[in-house]
């Protein structure tokens, strides 16, 4: 739960390259993450080539500073559709992604390494500086690196506001 608990978006880094022991974990977070009806549909592309990483950052306003590698989460709506049906396709697809998601920025912080989704980008300019097929669309961006500043403290509503037990109560 300390992991849970202490996670905070980073949006500056050192200009540290991240060792790749830290990227097999990254790899081993996606690929153990749960998928509804198993239908693994998502596609993962993990930039930390330098040149790539600056085009990314040219068509990504919400990318703030200069991440060591960046994480481009991938769905393809007809493997989704072939694999888990119209459900699939039309919405559990970004549920996959949202699960890995969180997979991946408790992996990284847990390894010491900052973090921040991003859905603030040029899909299409994405698409293009990836090479990415047609089917498949880029839906998120996930910055990666070591933090040079610390995080912001953690502001939550109290249980009562987002939590009811048996039925909906605001109380």
């Known amino acids: 739960m300390e992991a849970v ?10 200009p540290v390259k991240l060792p790749s022991e830290l990227i097999k974990d990254i790899e081993s977070a996606i690929l153990n993450s749960p998928s509804g009806s198993n239908a693994q549909e998502s596609h993962f592309v993990i930039v930390q080539n330098e040149a790539q990483l600056r085009l990314i950052k040219r068509f990504a306003p919400g990318l703030s500073g200069n991440p060591a590698a960046v994480i481009v ?4 709506a007809t493997e989704s559709l072939n ?3 119209v459900d699939t396709a039309e919405v559990l697809r970004f549920v996959n992604l ?4 969180a997979y991946i920025l408790l992996a990284a912080h847990s390894n010491g390494v900052g973090n921040c989704p991003v859905r603030s980008f040029h899909r299409e300019a994405i698409k293009k500086v990836l090479g990415l097929p047609e089917d498949i669309e ?14 912001r403290p ?7 506001e987002v939590i009811s037990y048996d039925k909906y109560s605001k109380e």
């Open 154 to 160: 953690k502001t939550s509503k109290q249980a009562l």
């Open 138 to 151: 880029p839906e998120l961006l996930i910055s990666l690196g070591y933090s040079n500043t610390p995080p």
């Open 98 to 101: 949202g699960i890995a998601t």
């Open 83 to 85: 694999r888990g049906g």
């Open 5 to 14: 608990k202490s996670r905070r978006s980073t949006r500056s880094f050192e």
């Open 73 to 76: 989460l991938c769905s393809n």
